[in-house]
């Protein structure tokens, strides 16, 4: 581990050392009208100093040049050849002894292409390049995308759908309301499932590092600020550098779930006993002489883990001041982390402020190894589900529902072992002795280890499909089950859904008499969530296709904004339509659209559809990222779960979405009033 951590730096500096090398050389890139069906796009490479930039290829330059390459889709958009102008100078390079051309200042690289009235595209390619710098000849590359809507092409981005009722607080509203609220806000997060399961871990860690009260102090200090600075700045900067969605998709990327799992495994372990977390001792002599260094090391990095983890349940919340930052309001989404981070910072502190209490406690016995213990087996269980989320995102199947729910079952009844005493790890003790000599298990523990075991046999149905609806938030989808016993509900054609991509809408057909989903279902289906999947609910994952449905049917089209890796929502879903009164109305009076924001691999949209999106300030290309354009740039949010209700014109027949509410009654109320409003349009 030490030669890892040493090694990993020196490949940080080897990669930005030739990331510098790179920004000797910019590329900028135009489009040029030429006429109603041509276009000409332009390349241009500026040099800086003492660097040479080599030309294209050419009869007399064979052996040192560099080369535009366009992807084979874009062959038949390309007219004439690739065209090369600028200040270019023909010699014989010394050191190569060859006839070269190379470029002192800038180059134009110029391509011709067509396209069709009304037609968009995407132009893909790469330049490999090759410069001179002080006899030293360096080959880079750099991949390029020019966005393409010709002359009456349609703007998608630009279509909009009511009035913007999602949004968190709009320019006019004071900063001081948007703190309010924030702060408001970081103290519901501290009741979601990522963010409370952080405590115990909290508290675990500032037990070994804190042994007096002004140590106490100063740690609780330094772990409160570091959530501060690392949730108003990091998270604001990667808004406004990457747009509205980024740290969403932060939440639900695969490569950051990834690491998650391996940082939760790794604790994992290391509670069990199997090795201590320490930073390597050259670290701390480097950041300070003594150890306190490294404490403070440790500190920031509890904080940034907490931080980091805590977006899968805290982006819905912090969602709509995300968005504050792509209208151009920086002071907004600023003022609001920091009253979000000030409220979610300030529990950790109180619990640090009383170090030493908890060390006084830690020397009562060995039940304080137990309690490690326990949290061990925990957090081997929260890293499965941060590797479901990197699963179902990348499609491995490798984690399915099943195999996530046998996991679950021998870590808890493990855990029940342990508990009951029948398991020992390296540091613990005997059991304490009763008044005869003679070990005893004490009532504590006999509690949480029937606890433990009651969570295990709860397990268990769920191998053959039952629904679990009490951990439906955790539990993969249902559709990534192979086997499920449950009797499917009268009329529901469980074929229907295998039906290829390809077949014809008005040949499949529901109990409800939908018909069955087309686009996107092939790789969508599986992502279904349980509640869907077992009341035989029908839900369509593209808008277009629904809204159509929507209108053949006669019916109100509900917009679910959710997720793949979103708790908040299953949650939602698992608490309020499965009741019987809300799955009704569901089922008979509305059409669902589920748009999933967070699926972008393997879910590509056609290139016809591909479009640049100024809300999200990128192009559109994943399924995910065209869903999330129509929240922020239709209803000014990015909060999941949300919901609105349209009627066959697009127009929302409640003024306001509906958000993660888990009250039954509310949400029967609310869909009440669109159904009468739809009738009264639609009389």
Not at 26 to 41: D, G, M, P
Not at 506 to 513: I, N, P, R
């Amino acid at each position: 581990m030490k030669r890892i951590l040493t090694i990993f730096p020196l490949l940080l500096i080897a990669f930005f050392a030739s990331s510098q090398d790179s920004t000797r050389i910019k590329f900028t890139y135009n489009q040029e009208r030429v006429s109603e069906t041509e276009i000409r796009l332009v390349i241009t490479g500026h040099t800086t100093p003492g660097v040479e930039l080599f030309g294209l290829q050419t009869a007399q330059n064979k052996d040192v040049f560099s080369t535009v390459a366009f992807d084979t889709a874009a062959n038949r958009y390309l007219k004439d050849s690739l065209t090369e102008k600028g200040n270019l100078v023909q010699q014989t390079d010394p050191v190569l002894n060859a006839p070269v051309s190379f470029v002192k200042d800038s180059v134009q690289w110029t391509q011709l292409i067509t396209l069709g009235k009304g037609d968009s595209t995407v132009i893909k390619g790469t330049i490999t390049y090759m410069f001179k710098s002080e006899e030293t000849f360096t080959p880079f590359e750099e991949p390029f995308k020019f966005y393409i809507k010709n002359v009456d092409a349609p703007d998608t981005a630009s279509v909009t759908v009511g009035a913007n009722n999602g949004g968190a607080a709009e320019g006019g509203q004071s900063l001081l309301w948007i703190f309010l609220g924030a702060f408001g806000g970081g103290l519901l997060a501290l009741l979601t499932p990522c963010v409370y399961s952080m405590i115990p871990i909290t508290v675990s860690f500032f037990t070994k590092r804190s042994k007096t009260k002004g140590e106490g102090i100063r740690n609780a200090l330094i772990y409160s600020l570091s959530i501060i600075i690392i949730f108003t700045l990091v998270g604001f900067l990667i808004t406004v550098i990457f747009g509205p969605d980024a740290l969403n998709k932060l939440a639900t990327n695969w490569i950051a779930n990834l690491l998650f799992f391996l940082v939760f495994l790794i604790f994992g372990i290391s509670f069990l006993g199997a090795f201590e977390i320490t930073l390597p001792s050259s670290w701390g002599s480097k950041a300070d002489s003594k150890a306190n260094a490294q404490s403070m090391l440790g500190i920031f990095f509890m904080a940034l883990t907490l931080v980091v983890v805590s977006f899968s349940c805290t982006g819905p919340i912090i969602g709509n001041l995300l968005v504050l930052a792509s209208k151009g309001s920086r002071m907004g989404p600023l003022v609001g982390m920091f009253g979000f981070s000030l409220a979610l910072a300030l529990p950790f502190a109180l619990f640090a402020f009383f170090p030493s209490k908890l060390n006084m406690l830690g020397k009562a016995g060995g039940w304080l190894n137990a309690v490690k213990v326990t949290l061990g087996f925990l957090e081997l269980a929260l890293a499965l589900k941060f590797l479901s989320n990197a699963d179902l995102t990348q499609n491995w199947r490798i984690l399915d529902r099943e195999i996530f729910i046998v996991l679950w079952v021998v870590i808890f009844f493990l855990l029940g072992l342990y508990l009951l005493g029948k398991l020992k790890f390296k540091h613990d003790d005997e059991l304490p002795k009763n008044d005869f000599g003679l070990p005893h298990l004490s009532v504590t523990r006999l509690f949480f280890a029937i606890a433990s075991f009651s969570m295990a046999v709860y397990l268990v149905p769920g191998l053959w499909g039952a629904p679990l609806k009490g951990l439906s938030a955790f539990l993969p989808p249902m559709g990534t089950q192979d086997f499920n016993a449950d009797d499917l509900p009268a009329g529901f054609d469980l074929k229907a859904i295998g039906k290829e991509s390809g077949a014809a809408k008005d040949t499949v057909h529901f109990s409800e008499g939908l018909p069955a989903p087309v686009k996107y279902a092939a790789v969508m289906k599986k992502n279904e969530p349980d509640v869907v999947v077992n009341n035989g609910l029908v839900t369509y994952f593209d808008y277009q296709e629904a809204l159509e449905v929507s209108r053949k049917v006669k019916k109100p089209l509900m917009l679910d904004f959710t997720g793949v890796n979103c708790i908040n929502c299953r949650l939602m879903e698992g608490q309020v339509w499965s009741d019987p009164e809300v799955m009704q109305r569901l089922k008979d009076d509305f059409v669902i659209a589920s748009l999933f924001t967070d699926v972008h691999k393997g879910v590509d949209i056609p290139m016809g559809e591909q479009y640049y999106s100024g809300s999200l300030g990128k192009q559109v290309e994943t399924l995910g990222e065209r869903n999330s354009d129509i929240q922020v740039s239709r209803y000014g949010s990015l909060v999941q779960p949300l919901y609105f209700f349209l009627d066959k014109d697009e127009k929302l027949l409640a003024p306001e979405g509906y958000p993660y509410i888990p009250s039954v009654s509310k949400f029967v109320a609310h869909l009440d009033r669109v159904i009468a409003e739809y009738k009264k349009r639609n009389p």
